[in-house]
């Protein structure tokens, strides 16, 4: 009978062949919230594991594009949410339609349309080395669903997609944050200006 025996190699040998993959999630999250009030580092751990994606990522620039992937998917998400809006006005009788609907719903698909071709372009961007791209289109994608509330606000009506417009916002400012880190000409822009705190305020 064939015998086999093998190497019991140190614990110590057997950690550094391990990938320290579960780390840069916590420290990315970390950092990020520590430079920037609007981020939670619960929040930000918590989104980036529910990709699994996460757990593969070996640096922080497959971090920014799983942060960017996901802040994508929210963003279509949050698109096809105000097309079903404005489909249900549509479908209101006469007396029910609402204009005030009509005219911000169009503005959130257009801005949270615009939000996710940045954010796919972001990723690609990433993925290609041209930093400050990414870290622009990204910090593009910021403002749209903070302009998708806005528009219901002009229009003198509460906007029925603030929940997930907040939540959208979140995830971008966190695919940001981790974006800016591989910019170097980014960050050292952000670090030689005074910081700028904005709070999403709906």
Request: net charge negative; glycine share 6%; with cysteine.
């Amino acid at each position: 009978m064939a015998t086999f025996s093998f190497t019991l190699l140190p614990l110590s040998l057997l950690l550094l062949l391990v990938p320290a993959i579960s780390d840069i999630v916590d420290d990315a999250c970390s950092e990020s919230a520590a430079a920037d009030p609007n981020i939670d580092y619960g929040f930000c751990v918590a989104a980036l594991r529910s990709n699994p994606a996460s757990g593969r990522a070996r640096d922080l620039g497959a971090l920014a594009r799983v942060a960017l992937r996901l802040a994508r998917a929210n963003a279509t998400h949050a698109r096809a949410a105000a097309k079903a809006l404005l489909r249900e006005n549509k479908k209101a009788g006469s007396g029910r339609r609402s204009p005030a609907i009509a005219a911000a719903g169009e503005v959130c698909v257009e801005v949270l349309g615009d939000a996710a071709s940045g954010l796919k372009a972001a990723a690609r961007a990433v993925k290609a080395g041209r930093l400050d791209d990414a870290d622009a289109y990204a910090a593009a994608a910021v403002d749209a669903p903070g302009d998708c509330d806005d528009a219901f606000e002009e229009e003198g009506v509460a906007s029925p997609l603030a929940e997930q417009d907040l939540g959208l916002w979140r995830l971008c400012v966190v695919a940001l944050a981790i974006t800016t880190r591989l910019a170097p000409a980014s960050m050292e822009s952000k670090q030689s200006n005074e910081p700028t705190v904005c709070f999403y305020s709906k």
